[in-house]
T-cell receptor, first 111, second 116 residues
Framework: EDKVVQSPLSLVVHEGDTVTLNCSYE??????LLWYKQEKKAPTFLFML????IEKKSGRLSSILDKKELFSILNITATQTGDSAVYLC???????????FGQGTTLQVKP | EAEVAQSPRYKITEKSQAVAFWCDPI?????LYWYRQILGQGPELLVQ????????DSQLPKDRFSAERLKGVDSTLKIQPAELGDSAMYLC??????????????FGPGTRLTVT
């Protein structure tokens, strides 16, 4: 059965800290891995990764994929209170575009 | 900026009643997805449309749930009768293409359903 597992499930840090969120997967017909940020509303797209070893970067956020070890990490440097959210990892499987989501990591950044 | 539209945003209903949710994807997006997200979990795909055709409804509880996208644009998800366990956020997403699974999906604001 396809599955996506995120760790930790929750994390509390202080502003300025750097955090690393983990996503491991066991999915047949892997096509892509996506990261989303979800505040008290719908998920918003952050990154899509399809190739190993190529870092995607946007401001203080960056992500990388390892297709050999079947995991991805999302790094956030110099965290701010506005980074507080649930971060979802999803894997695109097969040729239909179906996404399989992990359970999410809840990040709380304290002032 | 184009967005996925959903309505209503919130719905409270009694068990055994019928409910319906509406979604209008980003213009030109051929693929439309309905997800259910239970509190504390990631979204779970219920049904996927490519234009007006169902591509995947393997996780849709077909005894009570139905979905349609008659003209290949907007879509309706219906639950009849609603049960207490249906309380969740129902998310609609769209993408410009499907196939190869490499296209990002854009989500609407969701409908939060509470069944009492």
């Amino acid at each position: 059965e396809d599955k996506v597992v995120q760790s930790p499930l929750s994390l509390v840090v202080h502003e300025g800290d750097t955090v690393t969120l983990n996503c491991s997967y066991e999915v047949t017909n892997f096509r892509s891995l996506l990261w989303y940020k979800q505040e008290k509303k719908a998920p918003t797209f952050l990154f899509m990764l399809t190739s190993s070893g190529i870092e995607k970067k946007s401001g203080r956020l960056s992500s990388i994929l390892d297709k050999k070890e079947l995991f991805s990490i999302l790094n956030i440097t110099a965290t701010q209170t506005g980074d507080s959210a649930v971060y979802l990892c999803a894997v695109g499987s097969s040729n239909t575009g179906k996404l399989i989501f992990g359970q999410g990591t809840t990040l709380q950044v304290k002032p | 900026e184009a967005e996925v539209a959903q309505s209503p945003r919130y719905k409270i209903t009694e068990k055994s009643q019928a409910v319906a949710f509406w979604c209008d994807p980003i213009s030109g997006h051929a693929t439309l997805y309905w997800y259910r997200q239970i509190l504390g979990q990631g979204p779970e795909l219920l049904v996927q449309f490519q234009d007006e055709s169902v591509v995947d409804d393997s996780q849709l509880p077909k005894d009570r749930f139905s979905a349609e996208r008659l003209k290949g644009v907007d879509s309706t998800l219906k639950i009849q009768p609603a049960e207490l366990g249906d309380s969740a956020m129902y998310l609609c997403a769209s993408s410009s293409r499907a196939g190869q699974g490499s296209y990002e999906q854009y989500f609407g604001p969701g409908t939060r359903l509470t069944v009492t």
